[in-house]
């Protein structure tokens, strides 16, 4: 079973800045890419930020500039450092995994971090 561990939401004012962590845990673990993305009340979730199998990344056009999306591979871990938070950036955000598996890829999602941008 694959677990994704989150960490590091909370309450920040604008302007600030918080840092995201994913682990990723379980038997037999091989990451094809890891990813950030986010939900908003009564709106969609969307793609924050992703590394893809290739090792690029793909932010969204809201938060390119003001978030970076790293990871330590020894570690399966992947983080999202947030600077210049806006109100707008409040949300869950959840960390999204695809693990290889003998058939294909199997999505993981972790529980769920609140990020609120507030003064």
């Known amino acids: 079973q694959v677990q994704l561990v989150e960490s590091g939401g909370g309450l920040v004012q604008p302007g600030g800045s918080l840092r995201l962590s994913c682990a990723a845990s379980?038997?037999?673990?091989?990451?094809?890419?890891m990813g950030w993305y986010r939900q908003a009340p009564g709106k969609q979730r969307e793609l924050v930020a992703a590394f893809t199998s290739g090792g690029t990344t793909n932010y969204a056009d809201s938060v390119k500039g003001r978030f970076t999306i790293s990871r330590d591979n020894a570690k399966n871990t992947v983080y999202l450092q947030m600077n210049s938070l806006k109100p707008e950036d409040t949300a869950v955000y959840y960390c999204n995994a695809h693990i290889v598996r003998n058939w294909g890829l199997a999505s993981y999602w972790g529980q769920g971090t609140q990020v609120t941008v507030s003064s």
């Open positions: 379980g038997s037999s673990l091989r990451v094809n890419d």
